[in-house]
């Protein structure tokens, strides 16, 4: 049986970071808050020199940094909450580096509405070692030349970065702990209530697995922010914050209706579809004047009309 490729070996990269063999002394130091705020930073600066032409500055806004596993929970066991205020020092940065660029003269627009931060894990990184991803507009996808990988191996500290494909981060694991939304200001001007009011209010997350060629191996995303959230399919012609469409005829329009019990962090759920499963059970359909309300528990999974699959995740 053929053993499957790591992450690493499928962007060519496999012998360069994780053979090469170095004396002990060499280890690039520990992971630090400070080491993770001077990283993003570095990012955001290599993203100005990479994307930026004639007098206009571009620049990422959505940073993903990756660290190994265990990095990684420890700082959720013994730093937690550490990474909204790195997020916090982080933009705060952004807008006086952009504000001295807007001194110069240069147009600094943003290609986006929001910065977007994401503090995942990955199988194949070692201790110390640490990888970013940047993108031009969150929650896209887009060309190959504009998404990238930079991986710093915890053997030689040395960075090197390559394009990579959108179906590459599968491999890595997403923790709705770890996802920060800060809106994007035209006056470059940080206020302290914009995290709070995104990024530490979210109530849940949900990843659609839709069967279209167009979606093949991605993840539709929709992060609950409002008590009350509706799903429905293409057919319905509304716009709003809390209505997850989800893009394809096999989804009943309007199909779900979930809400929170903020009281006892509880969600519930209601169907007005065709056919729902919610963890190998049924649904009953309901009137949607006279919604049963069912508890939706978190990392649960759901399948619409036997077709379109849904995981619930928590905030």
């Known amino acids: 049986m053929k053993s499957k490729s790591s992450f690493w070996q499928r962007i060519g990269l496999h012998d360069w970071f994780l053979k090469k063999e170095t004396p002990e002394t060499n280890k690039a130091p520990s992971i630090t808050p400070d080491s993770v705020y001077k990283f993003i930073l570095q990012k955001f600066n290599e993203s100005i020199k990479e994307l930026s032409f004639s007098d206009r500055i571009v620049f990422y806004h959505e940073y993903i940094i990756a660290f190994n596993v265990e990095d990684y929970k420890l700082f959720m066991d013994y730093k937690k909450g550490i990474f909204g205020l790195i997020v916090q020092e982080s933009v705060k940065n952004f807008y006086e580096v952009l504000k001295n660029y807007r001194v110069q003269g240069k147009t600094v627009e943003p290609s986006s509405s929001k910065w977007v931060f994401r503090f995942v894990s990955h199988p194949d990184y070692g201790k110390g070692d640490k990888g970013f991803i940047g993108k031009l507009l969150p929650g896209t996808n887009q060309k190959n030349e504009n998404l990238r990988v930079t991986f710093i191996p915890r053997q030689t500290g040395i960075a090197q970065t390559a394009d990579i494909s959108e179906e590459i981060l599968k491999d890595f694991t997403f923790y709705s702990d770890g996802y920060f939304e800060v809106m994007y200001q035209p006056d470059l001007t940080y206020d302290n209530k914009q995290l709070a009011a995104t990024g530490s209010f979210v109530l849940a997350r949900f990843e659609a697995i839709l069967p279209e060629k167009a979606f093949a191996g991605k993840k539709l995303e929709y992060i609950m922010k409002n008590d ?76 619409l009309n036997g077709i379109v699959g849904i995981n619930v995740y928590k905030s």
């Open 228 to 303: 009350e959230i509706i799903v429905s399919g293409s057919d319905d012609k509304r716009e709003a914050n809390n209505i997850f469409k989800i893009p394809t005829e096999w989804v009943n329009s309007p199909h779900l209706r979930i809400k929170m019990d903020k009281k006892n962090g509880v969600l519930f759920i209601t169907s007005f579809g065709e056919k729902t499963i919610m963890n190998e059970k049924p649904l009953i359909a309901s009137d949607i004047n006279k919604p049963v309300w069912t508890e939706l528990p978190i990392n649960s999974k759901l399948i």
